[in-house]
């Protein structure tokens, strides 16, 4: 389960003035949310870890979860993924029907206002095998968004309700944002990989998958950074709590100082142990 800020997720869809605003504000895009709670079944709401989800104007995202404690990158509660996303607006059918988001009500079809279903593409899943994982999500009132689904929890993987709060890190108009990607085999191992620098945040993740894992589906070797810019000096700082360590010298595996660096532009390469990272979006 995931989400991002009510406003900030889908796929692009023809903007039009006779839309109303919060349909407008659901495309917009880049976005920068941080997750504030999460409730599972009829449980209150706490917070178990540092989520940060970077969405650029193309719909890539990277989503990673820290766990709060010593072991940043360990145990249930941390999470890590990536991928693109897209969003519908589930719409009321005729009179006598019930689809989308609309329920019977005085024999009449009623629509849920300020409501979406989202759909998260993981091509990079440092739990599990590539999958998607979807989510009504609904805007409230003080800004913030509720993201309601279904998923596995708990020791015997059954289904339950989950809801999860979601609030938008406010940007410059003129933030930049700058995506990297690699996809390559190098012998009998694939690596996939993604880094996505929006404002003063940059996150990456990078798996590295033998032949055989990538046959019975299990993740592999998942590598996650986080860094973030100084508003004064604009220095990039490397959140400790990434798994490739405190080390802010040259890129080793994942190009994310390259990546934050001014001047990039669609179509760069850069090259870390073999393999080929290319910025494929930049603006």
């Given at each position: 389960?995931?989400?991002?800020?009510?406003?900030?997720?889908?796929?692009?869809?023809?903007?039009?003035?006779?839309?109303?605003?919060?349909?407008?504000?659901?495309?917009?895009?880049?976005?920068?949310?941080?997750?504030?709670?999460?409730?599972?079944?009829?449980?209150?709401?706490?917070?178990?870890?540092?989520?940060?989800?970077?969405?650029?104007?193309?719909?890539?995202?990277?989503?990673?979860?820290?766990?709060?404690?010593?072991?940043?990158?360990?145990?249930?509660?941390?999470?890590?993924?990536?991928?693109?996303?897209?969003?519908?607006?589930?719409?009321?059918?005729?009179?006598?029907?019930?689809?989308?988001?609309?329920?019977?009500?005085?024999?009449?079809?009623?629509?849920?206002?300020?409501?979406?279903?989202?759909?998260?593409?993981?091509?990079?899943?440092?739990?599990?095998?590539?999958?998607?994982?979807?989510?009504?999500?609904?805007?409230?009132?003080?800004?913030?968004?509720?993201?309601?689904?279904?998923?596995?929890?708990?020791?015997?993987?059954?289904?339950?309700?989950?809801?999860?709060?979601?609030?938008?890190?406010?940007?410059?108009?003129?933030?930049?944002?700058?995506?990297?990607?690699?996809?390559?085999?190098?012998?009998?191992?694939?690596?996939?990989?993604?880094?996505?620098?929006?404002?003063?945040?940059?996150?990456?993740?990078?798996?590295?998958?033998?032949?055989?894992?990538?046959?019975?589906?299990?993740?592999?070797?998942?590598?996650?950074?986080?860094?973030?810019?100084?508003?004064?000096?604009?220095?990039?700082?490397?959140?400790?709590?990434?798994s490739t360590g405190n080390d802010e010298g040259e890129d080793v595996l994942m190009p994310s100082k390259w990546v934050c660096?001014?001047?990039?532009?669609?179509?760069?390469?850069?090259?870390?142990?073999?393999?080929?990272?290319?910025?494929?979006?930049?603006?």
């Amino acid at each position: 389960m995931t989400g991002e800020r009510l406003g900030n997720i889908g796929q692009t869809q023809p903007e039009s003035e006779t839309q109303p605003q919060w349909k407008l504000d659901l495309l917009s895009t880049p976005s920068i949310s941080i997750r504030r709670g999460v409730a599972r079944g009829f449980d209150a709401a706490y917070e178990d870890t540092s989520t940060l989800v970077l969405t650029s104007l193309g719909r890539h995202f990277i989503d990673i979860r820290f766990a709060l404690g010593d072991n940043p990158t360990g145990g249930d509660s941390y999470w890590a993924f990536a991928g693109t996303s897209e969003v519908t607006f589930p719409s009321a059918g005729r009179k006598g029907e019930r689809r989308g988001n609309g329920f019977r009500g005085g024999g009449e079809i009623v629509e849920i206002p300020c409501m979406a279903h989202c759909v998260w593409k993981h091509e990079i899943d440092s739990k599990r095998r590539n999958d998607a994982d979807e989510g009504d999500v609904y805007l409230l009132g003080n800004g913030q968004c509720i993201e309601v689904g279904v998923s596995a929890s708990g020791p015997t993987g059954g289904l339950q309700m989950y809801k999860e709060y979601w609030e938008a890190v406010e940007m410059d108009e003129d933030a930049s944002c700058v995506v990297a990607r690699t996809e390559q085999r190098t012998g009998r191992e694939k690596g996939v990989g993604m880094v996505i620098k929006l404002g003063r945040y940059c996150q990456a993740i990078f798996r590295r998958q033998s032949v055989s894992a990538e046959a019975e589906g299990r993740a592999g070797e998942v590598h996650v950074e986080r860094w973030y810019r100084s508003e004064e000096g604009g220095v990039w700082t490397k959140d400790w709590r990434s798994s490739t360590g405190n080390d802010e010298g040259e890129d080793v595996l994942m190009p994310s100082k390259w990546v934050c660096q001014d001047g990039r532009k669609m179509g760069d390469v850069i090259e870390l142990l073999g393999r080929k990272w290319e910025v494929v979006e930049c603006t």
